[in-house]
């Protein structure tokens, strides 16, 4: 199996990823800005003098202004100074024996004049660097791109492999590139700064020889090459772990692609040549290499110059709003009531005119579609770009983002960090979209927005979607999308099937080297990822369109599902590029009956949040089709934009408190609720879910389930159309199994599971932030588990359909032909998910919660552990715990799932599981009872019962005496 699955933090997860920030003070892999626009003047100041405010609390601000909220505007800031640990000063002109003199260095060499002086020659392929005294121990901001990919295994084109604040020192004949340290700070000339500089370590990541220094200019020179082709970016260690095989840079291979200079930034191009792919135990080809022995692939470097004399004042961060963070500890102060300051990431948006209700900005937010975008789609993305507009207008910005098409012929690239783009790609083995952004590190002021898309998210349409299955698959499961390593589930939220099973420790998740676990923390702190789950769902209601609606692939209403998809897409990834995080509680704002009332969506929106991951909206059996995806971003949007974005004057961010908490403290009110990534991986509020809808969620999955089970019917009389191969119907046939299984996994999140909200004190009367789910709607989602995944019924399929099950037959490169197992293993297909249902709904952390909501309820008003380990038991044994006169007969899927069930409780008592001690006792008691019930069916209808019924009884009953009487197992 590729280690591909968990990269995609390289996406989500390599890189993620999969909002939490490089920690929080530092995320420089995350956003770029558009704040410096092509063919303008950027006016800019000493990345030095830049002084990064450190904000008291809202209480000592206040005291420190005599309690007069209007002073603070007045009250002087409190800051940092940049560090100078450089052991020589960068203006010092003493001549060093072993250099050469400047001109015999770069003669023969191409001069790129702009923020740093290039020397590029052609003959040798050296590429060299003038730095100015003046730019010696100054801060700048470095990006990283991975140009182009292999198209599989996470190595994709687009990718950002890291963004980070960088200086040069002088130390003795050396330059040294080194990362300063931003997560401790203090004032501006405070002592403290001293023990800070001793106690905290600064990273330096290269050493540069000294070449020449410029007898008049004092500027030195120093070769680019060990820093830039000797894989600064670290992807060696990634390569390997990603195609399962040792790769490494291969020095005769390697160089310098195109190098350009402008005044405020640097672009230049490393094309890194890469040999391996042998070795034990490594794979015989990779599919999208032509011979895996050797691969190439393209990182694009930014290095640029930070805004100088710039008004961009940090906004402080609030949780209950959903923002991208810059964070830092403050030993200023020890009074403080936490040691950290945050400050959302947002861009440096002014209006041109202040005083006026309407203003256009100062400089927009402008976003360039590339010119790889299918021309189908360029309408789409920048309807979805500009649905932002909206929420802008509210706060006053007219046109606060624009959107240009990058010319066919354009002479720049993409990756240049001057401009934020919309980049296409393809890959052979995942579909997935970023928007990821650049950051200044010091103040959270976004610089730079690149975002990417997958073509495979429309090609799954368009080519059937043996994409979305994978050919080969552990013994007994049933393959799906998004397997157990895609590099969104590494970098956050995953497959709601892989969520449970991995919580049951079912799947055990590989060691991760370090260099692979930075790009997936990085993802993962940006939550900018849609991965494969995405695209399973997507190609779920193209099925719904054709199966149940009747679709024409190339028809008007095809046309729609797509358009609107793809709109929604582009308008998640740029509300990433501004900031926001995740918000999985934005699906749940519409009642169900209004979901397709288009009069009431259109002007208000589907969902709260186009931030969340929202399902399409596939109306129920019989009901009237609306929109499938929102036509406008929601009302949690647009209050975030207003938290982030909104004017508010003050000098220092300390006097903004009030006007921020006015908003902030808006929380409680009607669809502004906000859960993100942590929250959906806690799996503990019902209503906190990817690719949910509606504000009732178990009737949305009921009526998602239904549809599921339709589908299936119809694949039964419809497919395959005449000239299609019948692994068709296996790989939709599969399609509609992970749709069914994500939906059958909603109702168990009800089941101990709680609300919980972000509101502060205050905010909202009567309410709390962990308030129990009712325990009606806690048997109301057991009795639809019963119903729709314990039941064999719903697993009825005719032989007919079952029978054309085949495999694909094609036997070349990118495929995984079978050869064993050629019919389709339906009972392994049902078992495995209704053991994944069980085991998650036994889950420890379940149980646990369970057993404290009893503490946590008003007597009788819980559902208990006794009244969930025997409502599960009489469901799935219910012919013997509450036998009839007629003689029972168990079909080999009940059969399966009573010894997936005895399986689980023999665990428990053994200790082989993990569980709450009252579980365990439980789950004796239940084995004890059932015993006691399969002894009595025995000895009334043992010669009445068939052989399988009666061999699988007396087995049960045989096991059940053995684990009553083994002798404990301790920890």
Known sequence: MKKFSFYIAFLCGLFLFLGMGLVQAYEPNVSTNAAIAPNSTLVTSDPATIQPLVEPTIDQALDQAGGNAESLVNSKPFAIAASDDSSEDADEASDLPDLQPFDKVIKKTQKISGLFTLYRNKETGKLYAEI?????????????????????????????????????????????????????????????????????????????????????????????????????????????????????????????????????????????????????????????????????????????????????????????????????????????????????????????????????????????????????????????????????????????????????????DPADIRYNTIRWFNSFDSAFAMGPSRVNPLTGEILDADIIVDGNFIRYLKQGFQALVSQSQPSGQPSGPATAKNLCALGGVQPRYLRAMQSDSAIAQPAIPPAVARIVQQTHEQDACYGMELAHQFAAGHLSLSLLQNAMPSGAEMQKYIHQFMRELIAHEVGHTLGLRHNFHGSTMVPPQDLNNTKLTQSQGLVASVMDYNAANLAPQGGKQGDYFTE??????????????????????????????????????????????????????????????SGDVLLYSQWQMDNAREMWKRLDKRYPVAGESYSEVRDVFDTIFFYYLGYALNANNFIGGQSLSRYHGGDAAGRLPLEPIPVEKQRQALALVQKYVFNEESFQFSPQLLNKLAPSRWNHWGTNVPVFNLDYPIHDRVLFLQSIVLRDLLSADRLSRLQDTELKTEAGKALTLPELFDTIQTSIWQGVVRPSDQPMKFSSLNRALQREHLNLLTAMVLRKREAPEDARTLAWYELRQLHGSLSDTLRKQGRKLDTYTKAHLEETRDRIAKTLEAQLQTN
């Open 632 to 693: 406008v971003v929601g009302p949690y949007d647009e209050w975030a934009i207003e938290y982030g974005y909104k004017p508010i004057i003050a000098t220092v961010p300390q006097a903004e408190i009030r006007g921020l908490q006015a908003i902030a403290q808006r929380a409680p009110q009607a669809h502004l609720a906000y859960a993100t990534d942590e929250d959906v991986i806690a799996g503990l509020d019902p209503e906190v879910n990817a690719f949910d809808l």
């Open 132 to 412: 100015k005294p003046g730019q010696l121990n100054q801060n700048f901001l470095a990006t990283m791109t991975l140009e182009s990919g292999i198209g599989e295994s996470g190595l994709y084109s687009g990718l950002p492999t890291g963004d980070f604040l960088f200086q040069f020192r002088r130390v003795n004949q050396n330059i040294h590139f080194v990362v300063p340290n931003t997560y401790f700070r203090t004032r501006a000339g405070d002592p403290l700064q001293r023990s800070l500089d001793r106690s905290f370590s600064d990273s330096v990541l290269a050493s540069l020889p000294i070449k020449s220094i410029h007898p008049k200019r004092k500027t030195v020179l120093v070769d680019l090459g060990p820093l830039l082709l000797n894989d600064f970016a670290s992807l060696s260690p990634v390569v390997s772990w990603m195609l399962e095989s040792p790769y490494s840079i291969d020095s005769n291979k390697s160089y310098f692609g195109p190098a350009k200079a402008f005044p405020f930034n640097v672009e230049i191009e490393s094309v890194y040549g890469f040999s391996g792919g042998g070795g034990e135990g490594a794979p015989s080809y990779i599919n999208a290499l032509p011979d895996s022995r050797a691969l190439t692939l393209r990182v694009h470097y930014s290095f640029s110059e930070l805004p100088k004399n710039n008004p961009y004042r940090p906004r402080i961060a609030d949780d209950r709003v959903g923002y991208f963070i810059t964070a830092y500890q403050d030993f200023s102060d020890d009074n403080r009531r936490e040691p950290f300051v945050r400050y959302i990431n947002r861009w440096d948006l002014q209006k041109q005119d202040p005083d006026a209700a309407l203003s256009p900005p100062k400089q927009p937010i402008v976003f360039w579609i590339e010119n790889t975008v299918p021309l189908e789609y360029r309408e789409a993305v920048q309807e979805g770009v500009l649905m932002w507009n909206r929420a802008f207008e509210k706060i006053g910005f007219l046109n606060a983002i624009e959107v240009k098409q990058m010319p066919d012929n354009a002479t720049w």
